[in-house]
């Protein structure tokens, strides 16, 4: 059974960083995209960046330079630097892999809150 445990979420002030990790289990994902996603308040779910087996990284043209994505193949984790965290930027972040034929998506996601 593949799982995906992202972790390392927690409360900052504005201006503040985070990096989020998310560890996979039960299946090697170096050959599959993974990327990361997040739900705030009231609003739905929005892709965040991806990132390829090989490397190659996306990121959503709203995150202006901010985040940064990074996997790490032989430990089958993937992360996420986050610098001058926003009030916006407050949400729960979930990391997902896609498999081509398979997807899967981390269950509990962690909460990032930034305050003001």
């Known amino acids: 059974q593949v799982q995906l445990v992202e972790s390392g979420g927690g409360s900052v002030q504005a201006g503040g960083s985070l990096k989020l990790s998310c560890a996979a289990s039960?299946?090697?994902?170096?050959?599959?995209?993974m990327a990361w996603y997040r739900q705030g308040p009231e609003k739905e779910r929005e892709l965040l960046s991806s990132?390829?087996?090989?490397?190659?990284?996306k990121y959503a043209d709203f995150l202006k330079g901010r985040f940064t994505i990074s996997r790490d193949n032989a430990a089958n984790t993937m992360s996420l630097q986050m610098n001058n965290l926003q009030t916006d930027d407050t949400a729960v972040y979930f990391c997902?892999?896609?498999?081509?034929?398979?997807?899967?998506?981390g269950r509990q996601g962690t909460q990032v809150t930034v305050s003001s």
């Open positions: 997902a892999a896609d498999c081509g034929w398979d997807t899967y998506i």
């Open positions: 039960g299946r090697n994902l170096s050959s599959c995209s």
């Open positions: 990132i390829e087996g090989d490397g190659r990284v």
